[in-house]
């Protein structure tokens, strides 16, 4: 029985010393796992923190683009009302020449006499010589068509009657 007890006791302290180095060895496994785990978890915080920065960083090139780009669409707006206000302007200006202009050749007409009109009128092109004819008074109209050559007063005539004046076709000739 002592046989046994020894051999028991060896082999319970045999295996107690494999357990201790097996207990021991996963121990360092374990250990040399979990610096793996910390080293990748700080590799991964550090990764973080720098996308984080790059981030904020685009985040802010991008805010401060966009601050530009609305502060450039602002000006635009503001010269192009300005721009606008201006052409309106010239319009109306050049409304007024065209009026001036207008009324002066008309009251140059109106005084001069019948056949040096007639004359002159003549040689003009008949869209022109029938806008001039249109805003002269009837009788007026009347004399200075009778001084033309008969086939030039049919034509302006004709313009008249038809009202091609202020069509669009006509409008820019």
């Known amino acids: ?19 201790n180095a097996i207990y021991e ?25 720098a996308t984080k920065s790059l981030f904020d960083k685009r985040e802010a090139d991008v805010l401060k683009k966009e ?3 609305n502060k450039t669409l602002e000006e635009i707006s503001k010269k192009e009302d300005s721009i606008k206000e201006l052409l309106a302007k010239n319009e109306q200006i ?9 009324d002066k050749v008309l009251q140059v007409y109106e005084k001069m006499k019948d056949a040096p009109a007639a004359s002159i ?30 086939a030039i ?12 004046l202020f069509s669009d076709n006509n409008a820019t000739k």
């Open 25 to 49: 060895a996963k121990k360092d496994e374990i250990q040399r796992e979990f610096e793996k785990i910390d080293s990748a978890r700080q590799e991964l915080e550090a990764y973080r923190a």
């Open 1 to 19: 029985m002592k046989f046994v007890f020894i051999f028991v006791f060896c082999f319970v302290n045999l295996m107690a010393n494999d357990w």
């Open 94 to 102: 050049l409304a007024e020449l065209k009026t001036i202009t207008t």
């Open 121 to 150: 009128i003549s040689g003009l092109p008949r869209q022109d010589a029938a806008k001039i004819l249109y805003s002269l008074p009837p009788k007026k109209i009347s004399s200075i068509l009778s001084k033309m050559d008969p």
């Open 153 to 164: 007063a049919a034509e302006i005539t004709e313009i008249l009657r038809k009202d091609e």
């Open 67 to 69: 601050a530009d780009i």
